[in-house]
T-cell receptor, first 118, second 109 residues
């Protein structure tokens, strides 16, 4: 596809369930980011991958959150034992080069996955 | 820690009126500042960045290090400018963006 694809678009989970959110970045993009956006707030950084290497996971809120990108393309964000405070839109973004400081390599965002924990 | 503040949740203007979306930041280093925009039913996308010093869709933003501000301006608002606007900061090192809470711009006809 032409853009960053995320699935599912919507996910409802009961408290305590595990969920897995998928991100398909633009083909060939080196960098991949996950952000969490709570209602009424801006996106908050969760983690960053350069190819398959997770270089920054400082934003993951707890050890219930785990992200991987084993082959340097598709990424999965897994949340174990979901809690109500995990309800948010989870955004994935990718860029062509390492980081995104290059003018010619902006961040491309997906449409997000809206997670609701009941 | 760095922080980005957008004091207005909603800014409502008439078509043709000037627009200024405020953004203030707290960071002691040399940040890169960005404006991102999200139109209705579309994904978040980059509008402009201070390093480029360019005008995009008639919008400009100047980084004022003395006031730690990066306000977004447009002299004449158009209805198609209605959207959610986010100001974001990146430190000199690292790759994460710190976003403000966003401002909804509503341009009325």
């Amino acid at each position: 596809g032409a853009g960053v694809s995320q699935s599912p678009r919507y996910k409802v989970a009961k408290r305590g369930q595990d969920v897995a959110l998928r991100c398909d970045p633009i083909s060939g993009h080196v960098s991949l980011f996950w952000y969490q956006q709570a209602l009424g707030q801006g996106p908050e950084f969760l983690t960053y991958f350069q190819n398959e290497a997770q270089l920054d996971k400082s934003g993951l809120p707890s050890d219930r959150f785990f992200a991987e990108r084993p082959e340097g393309s598709v990424s999965t964000l897994k949340i174990q034992r979901t809690q109500q405070e995990d309800s948010a839109v989870y955004l994935c973004a990718s860029s062509l080069v390492a980081g995104f400081s290059s003018y010619n390599s902006p961040l491309h965002f997906g449409n997000g996955t809206r997670l609701t924990v009941t | 820690a760095q922080r980005v503040t957008q004091p207005e949740k909603l800014l409502s203007v008439f078509k043709g009126a000037p627009v200024e979306l405020k953004c203030n930041y707290s960071y002691s280093g040399s940040p890169e500042l960005f404006w991102y925009v999200q139109y209705s039913r579309q994904r978040l996308q980059l509008l402009l960045r201070h390093i480029s010093r360019e005008s995009i869709k008639g919008f400009t933003a100047d980084l004022n290090k003395g006031e730690t501000s990066f306000h977004l301006k447009k002299p004449f608002a158009q209805e198609e400018d209605s959207a959610m606007y986010y100001c974001a900061l990146k430190r000199e090192y690292g790759n994460k963006l710190v976003f403000g809470a966003g401002t909804i711009l509503r341009v009325k006809s």
